[in-house]
């Protein structure tokens, strides 16, 4: 039995959160994985490499995973009803609802996170309380069928696991060796936690802009959520 | 000063050898990073994930960077003299000479390899010696201008090295704290010396087709190698 593997394509997404997991994914025999875009024109990611989709909203076939990448693109998607309603249906239908990296909010902004445990990038993960879920700080959460991984190269870490999950341990210590994923980073950089004050101030400041457009859409969120509550 | 990075794109590449170093190089602005094809053609990796060239061996820029990534399409490359002879005229202008996975063994067959210490993805590691480069058992290996990475996800460590060695440390803390590269590998499998037997003798099994073509490619090459020796 093939298990339908679905990963979010649209532009300026960080292409290391999806190309990492695709990879993974691709390399499991038992695994088909869909590029699902709103068209099938290639997209270009936040650093230019273009994506190609290979499927649509429109033609996706049903889901076993369905999981959204982040990236500066995020954004958008976050305001975008049609990739909102599309990431809810398939995730009503779906074994496993997964976000690498910032594709978290998306599943926030999608109410999917409500009452669950989640992670996200580093510099995001605050704004995760106001779609109402529980913010983790781990590389790799789950709860129940929601699984979530931290910024960028978690998603390596996240789709391991995944394939653990779903076709056992010995699959997914075959593609972590054939991929030599015994990985050396030459600085202790790369954790808040253990980056220099200097770096992470630096890095806030690169952020800044795409982030405060996030705070605005997470405020909406929490005045949307305070406000539905009232009412009921 | 823009640094010129090119890496090459080509059919059945393991687009995560290309993907990871590109999303390092791209999120510096000092670099202008390249997709080098044959042609602007989108070309399918070994996975399926396609991969568009933003530029073609004609019309590339001098490069301070060439980077060969690896896969199983570089047993093909390492016959194709046009490959051979682009990547030999470039690592000549170029500041590094550079690979990830076995990529290494297409700069061998370029003969850049002679007399130069040199790593490739574990399971070829044993080959680089007929190309009379010396093997070095590491994630990353730097000698003089020839900077070689190990199996697939070594290009992330080989990339951020790069950096820091281009740009300085600073920018290359930022970028693996922006990536938040703090991986968690969820098993020990990542390399032979800490895989179970079994599994190692699993990847060995499935790679053992592509194994046995370069074996005889680096036979090819010994035998060439000591001919002009013998006519010298």
Redesign the interface.
């Known amino acids: 039995m093939t298990i339908e593997i679905g990963l979010l394509v649209f532009p300026r997404v960080?292409?290391?959160d999806l190309?990492?997991p695709?990879?993974v994914f691709?390399?499991w025999p038992g695994a088909r994985?869909h590029?699902i875009g709103k068209s099938r024109d290639?997209v270009a990611s936040s650093?230019?490499?273009?994506?190609?989709p290979?499927t649509t909203y429109a033609d996706c076939p049903r889901l076993d995973v369905i999981c959204v990448p982040g990236g500066a693109g995020v954004n958008a998607l976050m305001r975008d009803e049609e990739t909102l309603a599309f990431v809810r249906a398939r995730a009503k239908e779906a074994r496993f609802v997964a976000s690498v990296?910032t594709g978290a909010l998306v599943l926030g902004a999608a109410g999917l996170l409500r009452g669950k445990r989640a992670t996200t990038?580093?510099a995001s993960l605050d704004l995760l309380g106001a779609f109402g879920a529980v913010p983790v700080k781990a590389?790799?959460v789950r709860d129940g069928e929601l699984v979530t991984g931290?910024?960028?190269?978690?998603g390596?870490?996240f789709a391991?696991?995944m394939v653990?999950e779903l076709a056992g341990?010995?699959a997914?210590?075959?593609i972590?060796?054939?991929?030599?994923?015994?990985?050396?980073?030459?600085?202790a950089?790369?954790?808040?936690d253990?980056?220099?004050p200097?770096?992470?101030a630096?890095?806030r400041a690169?952020?800044a802009e795409v982030r405060a457009e996030r705070e605005r859409l997470a405020d909406a969120a929490r005045r949307e959520s305070a406000g539905t509550q009232a009412r009921q």
């Open positions: 960080r292409q290391l190309t990492g695709y990879e691709a390399s994985v590029l290639s650093t230019g490499l273009r994506l190609t290979t990296c990038h580093w590389r790799v931290g910024g960028v190269t978690a390596i870490d391991l696991t653990a341990r010995d997914a210590e075959a972590q060796l054939n991929f030599e994923y015994a990985p050396e980073p030459p600085f950089a790369g954790s808040p253990t980056a220099r200097e770096i992470v630096r890095v690169a952020n």
